[in-house]
Structures are given as structure tokens and as C-alpha cells.
DNA sequence: AAAACTTTGTTTATCCACTAGACTAACAAG
DNA sequence: CTTGTTAGTCTAGTGGATAAACAAAGTTTT
């Protein structure tokens, strides 16, 4: 927990922050007792079962039956209450939409998805409402029904949530949170599609124990979300993170963002789909993507194969980069192109094991997506769940 | 403030907390009267009254006389006592040592440089230790004395304090932090000195409104001190900010490093001075360096001028993968580099301007360094002020 | 099986720091 | 001099943490 700049400390930040510490240990290692709590969190005996009850009316946690005695009275063991609530996770792409019900640990309960191609706001803002009611109907019941809606996009979001660009999507300047917020009276969390996958990860999936993650959101762009000190960093404005635009290659070809050499036009699906059509890899089709690339190499195809080991190699150069700036202890690669890991990991691991710093390849991994298509609705979702739960540790307000 | 994992929430934390927020609303404000303190922090008059008496026996702060009215009774001004004590703040470079002697506040008191070429560690070592007997021996008499040393250091430190590599220096796994905590017995801080210039603009220069600053410190190398939410970010073994090393020209010329196509071997002193060489700028001289080239600027020698130039162009493009990574408020250039600002500062903010995403661009600056060579002496000054005053932000210890 | 020991969880008394508001001090304006 | 205003201190009250006593429910020893 973090105090902002003009907070001042009493009693009821003492709690509040108590609480949390206490709900975290129960969350993170239950079954567990309370007697465990206390001498694992420093905290007295007598606070912890004070705060334990205040959880317990809360509903976030239970008791469940005895445990095992270790030498005296059996121990009551508290479980966190994971279907106290459910949270709704909407990855918002460019050509689909994917929505998931997920309860307070990040399982999926329900799971909705829809392709189209080049829609309307107005229709795929109605695609957006239909999933949205569906996965509240199958929302079970509980004490705090849905406790908040989280949406991914592929654009830059600002500090407020609005949606100043999505390029692929052509929107602009769109306050999507404000439409959720009105229409369904919940709190509504909307953040660019590689900050989500970042959180997602963090939080259930290949980064669980890491403070400093690098996830890169490789898809038709390249979008980069940072967790830094175990925390989602967003920049002054919420723009961090748009290295598929960062240049690799001075004087390079240009770039529709008006720089040149940009890292995207080397090692995203997009580039690399350039690349195949150049060399007439489909003589016949006109139209193909990643998928069909993906199987022409499984079939053997030497081209297809050398087009991804390329592209591999030139992810592995951005990666480098990302290692001597950030040093963080993870790099996980998402998105689309993670579906490709059996033919991109090689080459990438070989460009940063011979290039990077040495002393910046102890400790670090590079992994590919855990959570695969899920990462961003997963992370949205968890949002959401924190929110909910930073929420609920507050005092409640006592009208007189 | 923060809060490490298991710390507990009691009123030590809360007393701690509020402290820190009178010194640091007095600190910043002063002259300041007890009632406005309580007024802006949101605290109560009694609350500060009190935390106000145990500043003043720490002597952290004092009274001065009445203040003006406004209608009722003259408050009684609060200062904030900048020469409570002292600290010293080292800048080790390459070829130079620089000591200074700082107060609370960040004044320079006295200041100690020495210049020398390829000399040994014991060599080093000795005119480090004369450097900080002299200062020390030049502070003023004060209730707290000499509280502090830091060190700025062109190498990797790990979070330690350990030095573990400074190619420069031809230094490796060297714990200059014990050596000093040794000898003097008092906290010691090694930082890299990009870091700790990052700090010192942040704290007493060019950045001190900002949360998010990127420090380029250009010089021989290149290296970056990363100030995100309002503090230095150093990774997850503190090797962060090695952005001399980032690929700018993928597969380009091969840098001592292992890697290829760096931004140092663009942007960076050594750079320059090479392609000076190439040019055969100076057909007699053997040995030139960074002052020389800039005098003949001066000169007006258009050979020279261009030479900067292409230089800034080459700083912009590495400025401006910065700036989409990090979406900053500020860039502070400096070092050794940064005097040549004149030279530079056109074709970089150029190449900003022009290629730099649009939306990255509002309530951007882009600076040289103010505190000009004073940058990392200062840093490192400042965390060993910053320790001090947490330090003595914490309850005593009552022995009985 | 009784006694002794252990562990869990609750209760009680105490402490500490903050808050509200009364109170005192010092000044300005009429 | 009276009234009103602002500054700073003092006192009583409150909330939450802690330590320690206590009660409950086990296990181990004799």
C-alpha cells in the first residue's frame, strides 16, 4: 500500500493497512490459522482476531473446518473467500473481442468471444454490451455480485481512462469508461491492451514472484506494459511503453508514425507478414496471416521457417535493449506472435545470450505467455479485483 | 514514505509518517507559522504543535521572530535549518575527482577537484580519502556534524553498494562502501553515477517539479538514471539505465561490449573525438579531446560544427526511443556532453520534434543539466541527506 | 486416567498518537 | 476599551495496537 502526497496518518490508515496485510497473508497461504497470521505478520495475536472478524462480516474470507493440531489445541483455519465477487475482463482487439467472468483469483468462470472485421464504434460498441450482459447472467451468485468491469484496448489511454488513440480501430479522443460507468453503474477500468497483459501476467500467470517485469504485447504492433517495483508504470501522461516505436535502425524506412527504423517494422506480425508477401511465399492468395504462416512451417517450409527465425532474431534485438534499460528479472513475450514461440525462441534467446550484458543475464528470464489469448482480460479483470478489494479495506462510512 | 513487505502498522508509523510531512512541508515553504503548516497538510494544531517540539529539540528546525499578521495575532515563523549538519559528496570520474561539501540543503560549502590520468586503485584511494579529510575538516561546527558520504562511480554497482565493474577504472567486485564505513564510521552511499545525477537534477536542479525524469549523463559512454514516480528506479539488481548499450543500427559496428550498433558508439564523447580523428581534424595534434574540438567550434570551423551537430542528431534518436519508452515529463542531458549544449541542442531537439510521437510531445522538456558538473556530487549528497533525515524521522530507541 | 504441557484464540488493561474543541495569547479595527 | 480574529497550547476523548492474562482444546508424560 502507498500513501499519496497530502495523506495524513492516524488510526484509520493504521488499520486499513493492517487489514490488507492480513487479508494478503490469507489470500496468499490459506488454508491458514489465525495464530499463523499473526506470528508470520509481526502482528498481535488480539489484532489479527479483530481484524479476522471484520473480514469475516465482510465476507472476503471463511472458516473452515479444524486443522491439524501441532502439540495443543487444533487450530481454526480461514480460507479467502474467492467467489465473494466476480469481475468482468474485456480484451477489446482489433479484429475480436473477449470477454471473461472471473471470480476474485483470476479463474474463469465464463468466457465470451466474437471476430468481425472493420466495425463500426456503434457495432462493436453493441458487441461490447451484449457480452458484457451475458456474462452477467451467468455470474453466480454471491455476496458481492460483479464488483467492477476492466477493458483492454489497443490504443493510448490516458490517466482519466479515456481513450485519446486507437489507430487500428480509428478511434479518438473516445471516453469509453464514462459509457460503461453510466450504463451499468460499476466501477470501470479501461487500459491500454500491453499494461493489461503486463498485469495479467504479474498476477496469474509467468511473473507471479517478480517485482520488475518487461511484457511485449507482439501483434500487428508492438506494445510494451512495464511493471517496475512490482507496480504498474504508466509515464507522466499514461503513454509509456510505445517501443514498437523506438528505432533500431537509423535513417531506417520509414514508419507510418513518422519516425524511422521503428522496431515494429522488423519483428511484428505485421512485418513479418510483409516480408512473406514480398517473397511471394503464397503465389496464389492474396490474403493470409500469421496462422498461415504458422502452418507452412510446421509443414516443413524452409521459407516460412527462415522468416521466423528472422523475425525472432529482430524481436531478440529490441529485447536487448529492453535488458540494459530496465534489468528487470523477467521479459515475457505476448500477444499473437507468443503463438509462434517454437519458431521465434531460438533465434531470440541466441541474439540476447550473445549480445546482452553479461552481468544482466543472471536472474533473467525470457518466457513466453502463460495465459496465452488471456493475459489482457486477465489483467483488466485484476484491476478491477484490486480495486474491489483496496475498497473494501476502507473504514466504512457511518451515517448519523 | 513506503512501506516494506512485513512491515506492521502501528503509531510509530503514523508518528514517522506525519513528522516527515511537517519537515517536508517546512522544508519546502519556510518561512512557514505552525497554523499554516496544519492548515495545508490537513493536520491538526495540536498534532503539529507537538511534532513541531520534537523537530525543534533534533535542531532540524528553528524559530525565527514574528511573522506579519492577518488580522490576529503574529505566528511564529518556522526555518528550516539547513546547516544542522553536513554531508559530502564525491564524484568519482574517470580522470578527475570531485569533492564537495554540501549542507542540508543542498549548498555547496566547499569543493576539492583533482585531476590525474591512469592511476592506480591505491592511487585513487588515497587521494579519495585526502579529498574527504580535507572537507570534512572545512565543515562548519553544527548540532549534527558530518552526516553522510556518498560516491558516484562510472560502473555498475549492485544494490549493496558493491562495485562490481568499472570498465573505465579497470575496477571489478571492489566494496568501496565497507572501506569508507570503516574508516570514517558513517552511513556511506556508492551510487553509478548516472543514478546519482539523475538524483541530484531531481532533487536540487532542472527537475525538481517533475516525477519522471530521464538523465542522459553523456560522456565518454553513455548512461541513464531512470527517476520514475518520483524516485530512482535501479532494477532488479540495480544494473538498470545501461542505455549506451541500447541498438540503434541493428547488426551495425561491433561494440567492445558484444553487442553491435550502440548508441554510445553514435552520441557518446568518444564517439565524436573518433570521427574528429577520421576527418583528421587536427592534422599535428595526436591527442585531442572535447574542449579542443569545442574551441575550434568557436572558431567557427565548420568541420567542427557539423561534427556536433551529426552528434545531436545521433543523441535525438536515442533521446527519442527514451521518450517513447518512458513518455517522461523531462530529459536532462548531461555530463561532459552537456557543455557543448550550444553545439547540440538544435539538430537533437530537431530530430525530437520531427520524429518523436506527437502525443509525447506535450508537456515535454527537453534540458541540459543546470548544476552543470555538479550533478552527481550533488546526487549522492542527496541521498545521504535523505538518509539522514529518515533516520531522524524514527523513534529513538529508550534503553533502560 | 490424571497431571502437565502446548497451542489457539479471546479478553482485558494499558499505551500512544491523533482529533476536536476549549482556552490563552497577541494582535487589529472601530 | 471593546470586539473580532488569528496563533498556539492544553485537555479530554477516541481508536486501534500491544502485552499479558485467561479460557479452550488439544497432546504428552507419568
Redesign the interface.
Known sequence: ???GM?Q????H???E??KS?VLDKIKNDYPISRAAVASQ???NKGTVSSLVNDLLEDHLIFESGPGESSGGRRPVMLLFNGTAGYTIGIDLGVNYLLGILSDLEGNVVSQKEARYKKMSYEAIEAKLFETIDELMAAAPESPHGIVGIGVGVPG?VDKGGEI??APNLNWKNLNLKNVLEEKYDLPVIIENEANAGAYGEKKFGAGKE???IIYVSAGIGIG?GLI??GSL???????????G??????DGLKCR????GCWEL?ASEQALIDRAEKMGIFPEQADFDLSDLLKLAEQGNEQAIELFEQTGD?LG?GI??II??????QVIIGNRMATSKEWLEKSLTNRVA???????Q??LQINFSELSTLSTALGVAAFSIENFLSVCMQPKLVLR
Do not use: R
Open positions: 500500500m502507498k500513501i497530502n495524513t496518518w492516524n488510526h490508515v493504521v488499520k493497512g493492517n496485510l505478520t509481526g502482528l493510448i485519446l488513440l517478480c517485482e520488475n510494451v517496475l517495483n508504470y504508466k509515464g507522466a501522461n499514461g503513454f509509456s511503453g510505445e517501443m516505436h523506438m528505432t533500431i535502425q537509423v508514425c513518422g519516425n524511422q522488423f529482430y534485438v536487448n535493449n540494459n534499460t530496465f534489468n528487470p528479472q550473445n549480445q546482452a550484458l553479461w552481468f544482466q543472471n536472474d
